[in-house]
């Protein structure tokens, strides 16, 4: 029997991965206010900790039960109570008309970002959630009648916001005292204007995310608890003079990786949009394989620019020849 001889062509090459950055935590023992808490971790680390996905939340609940630890630490989470701004241009506050009789703004039970003005004029914050009349204004408009009072259908921050953008300008912004006297002379109650303010965030400023509040929390107790500490895996707020241990973190520099691949095609491997299919393929089973969402992976190209180089299979004694 003569036995048919064939060829199949197959193609090998080699995929890079660099694994993404990761935290490290430390469970320091010492009891310490927040912000001095802050400046041990930045000078001996990188940061009190922040928590910004799942797998952070694991390494540090590995840190805690690593050393028996169940209760209260500080991490990097802050309330920035002085971050009000305008929503028509993000300015920074300015001129200030708060209502120092109800002592304003005070931050009531944890939840108040937005300002309103009472019917007299003076401001106050508020949770952004609460449904109230409003107040627009037009731009184009340089007299007192540039402002418009909005009373049916009350609604809350967000939605005024989105209302007066799509009528006039904006919510209403008081730059002066000229301004604030032409705004109070069209209130008849209480009215939301273009001031607000960021909520809880981690150190580095980006908004909290991951960690959920337990029961209750936020609730600005005594309307002075502005730092986060971690306990049973969620968030709390203190008065940041309280003393705590607290969570320092450290980045890890991502690990590279290079693994080979084979592919039999009869297409021109080489092609980018090829290439390019192949790689997401490949990305799609390492992620199944837990590879972080943000691991970068790129094809190693060989000298000449080439990725692939041919292989050669023989059917009859199934050896492998390079060419």
Not at 130 to 137: D, E, G, N, W, Y
Not at 193 to 208: C, Q, V, Y
């Amino acid at each position: 029997m003569t036995m048919t001889l064939f060829q199949l062509l197959a193609f090998a090459g080699f995929v890079g991965f660099v694994l993404s950055e990761s935290r490290k935590y430390y469970l320091i023992h010492e009891m310490k206010a927040w912000n001095d808490a802050l400046a041990y971790c930045r000078a001996s680390h990188t940061d009190l900790a922040i928590i910004k996905s799942s797998d952070d939340m694991v390494r540090l609940q590995n840190e805690a039960q690593r050393q028996r630890f169940s209760s209260e630490a500080w991490i990097g989470l802050y309330n920035d109570i002085n971050s009000w701004r305008w929503s028509f241009d993000n300015e920074p506050l300015g001129f200030e008309n708060w209502d120092s009789i109800f002592q304003q703004p005070n931050n009531r039970d944890g939840h108040e970002e937005c300002v309103a003005a009472f019917w007299y004029g003076r401001w106050y914050d508020a949770p952004c959630d609460t449904v109230l009349p409003f107040v627009c204004f037009d731009d184009r408009n340089f007299t007192a009648s540039r402002y418009i009072y909005i009373s049916k259908p009350p609604m809350n921050w967000s939605d005024a916001q989105s209302y007066c953008r799509q009528h006039y300008t904006d919510l209403a912004i008081i730059k002066n005292s000229i301004e604030s006297v032409a705004f109070q002379n069209i209130l008849t109650t209480s009215a939301w204007l273009g001031l607000f303010r960021d909520s809880w965030k981690w150190i580095n400023e980006t908004n909290m995310s991951t960690i959920m509040w337990a029961p209750g929390q936020p609730d600005n107790k005594n309307d002075n608890e502005l730092c986060g500490f971690v306990t049973n895996s969620q968030a709390a707020d203190a008065p940041c003079s309280d003393t705590k241990p607290f969570f320092c973190y450290s980045d890890i520099t991502g690990r590279k990786q290079t693994i080979r691949v084979k592919i039999q095609s009869k297409q021109d491997v080489n092609d980018p949009a090829f290439k390019a299919a192949i790689l997401e393929k490949i990305k799609e089973k390492l992620m199944d394989h837990g590879m972080p969402e943000n691991t970068t992976v790129n094809w190693l190209k060989q000298p000449g620019g080439v990725v692939f180089h041919k292989e050669e299979y023989n059917n009859n004694n199934d050896t492998e020849k390079k060419t």
